[in-house]
């Protein structure tokens, strides 16, 4: 099965358990969440990063890297308006400049479209497992990774792109906003598969940041 694919990464939350601080923008090793997470997926066509217009900085020097895909920063209407609202929007953007008819997998876009969020430091070997978990069954349209506690993780997928537009559509805008992500998806045909240890923690509080060796910003 063609491996190519598109992003969606989604950095626009509130981070409230952060004190506001933006979650993509908290430095490990010298490189933002999401910059790490932007790494993590340069092997796809084209990227859309779905949050605010502080990151616009990431996603330059993302650009200057060497073979960078394309990559685009967009927003969900209204801002925080949920996680299957960010997809939207990411898709969206995604089409943008490409025709409005997404061709499946043609010259305007990739057959599958990953899904990530950007506050887990160890997504780097993600894509990878994604894409090989649509090797071991390419019958389904949806790509579910559990992780060691047995945790479905639906903001670390990898969907058809053309069944994720048909999801979409079922939806208004307005039902789209607060809608969780597993309902978006419930329909698709699935396949789960475990994951590697650690690949999908994410930074919820400091707490959780101490753990990577994430420090909190200077004032």
Same mark, same amino acid.
């Given at each position: 099965?063609?491996?190519?694919?598109?992003?969606?990464?989604? !950095?626009?939350?509130?981070?409230?358990?952060?004190?506001?601080?933006? +979650?993509?923008?908290?430095?490990?090793? &010298?490189?933002?969440?999401?910059?790490?997470?932007? *790494?993590?997926?340069?092997?796809?066509?084209?990227?859309?990063?779905?949050?605010? &217009?502080?990151?616009?900085?990431?996603?330059?020097?993302?650009?200057?890297?060497? $073979?960078?895909? /394309?990559?685009?920063?967009?927003? *969900?209407?209204?801002?925080?308006? &949920?996680?299957?609202?960010?997809?939207?929007?990411?898709?969206?953007?995604?089409?943008?400049?490409?025709? +409005?008819?997404?061709?499946?997998?043609? /010259?305007?876009?990739?057959?599958?479209?990953?899904?990530?969020?950007?506050?887990?430091?160890?997504?780097?070997?993600?894509?990878?497992?994604?894409?090989?978990?649509?090797?071991? $069954?390419?019958?389904?349209?949806?790509?579910?990774?559990?992780?060691?506690?047995?945790?479905?993780?639906?903001?670390?997928?990898?969907?058809?792109?053309?069944?994720?537009?048909?999801?979409?559509?079922? @939806?208004?805008?307005? *039902?789209?906003?607060?809608?969780?992500?597993? +309902?978006?998806?419930?329909?698709?045909?699935? !396949?789960?598969?475990?994951?590697? /240890?650690?690949?999908? $923690?994410?930074? $919820?509080?400091?707490?959780?940041?101490?753990? @990577?060796?994430?420090?909190?910003?200077?004032?």
């Amino acid at each position: 099965m063609d491996r190519t694919f598109d992003a969606v990464v989604l !950095a626009g939350g509130r981070s409230s358990r952060l004190s506001g601080t933006p +979650k993509a923008l908290l430095r490990l090793d &010298g490189k933002t969440l999401l910059l790490r997470t932007l *790494e993590a997926v340069s092997g796809a066509r084209r990227i859309a990063v779905v949050g605010p &217009g502080e990151l616009a900085g990431e996603l330059a020097a993302f650009r200057r890297g060497a $073979d960078a895909p /394309a990559v685009v920063l967009t927003r *969900e209407d209204p801002p925080f308006a &949920g996680p299957a609202a960010g997809i939207a929007a990411g898709v969206a953007a995604l089409d943008q400049g490409t025709g +409005k008819e997404y061709d499946g997998g043609g /010259a305007r876009g990739a057959g599958l479209t990953l899904i990530l969020a950007c506050d887990m430091p160890a997504a780097g070997r993600l894509p990878g497992q994604l894409l090989d978990a649509v090797a071991a $069954d390419p019958s389904v349209r949806l790509w579910l990774p559990v992780d060691a506690g047995g945790r479905v993780q639906p903001l670390a997928c990898c969907a058809d792109s053309r069944a994720l537009r048909e999801a979409l559509a079922r @939806f208004t805008a307005a *039902e789209l906003q607060g809608l969780s992500v597993r +309902k978006l998806i419930a329909d698709l045909p699935a !396949a789960r598969f475990p994951l590697a /240890a650690a690949a999908t $923690d994410d930074v $919820d509080t400091w707490e959780d940041a101490g753990r @990577f060796g994430i420090e909190r910003p200077a004032p």
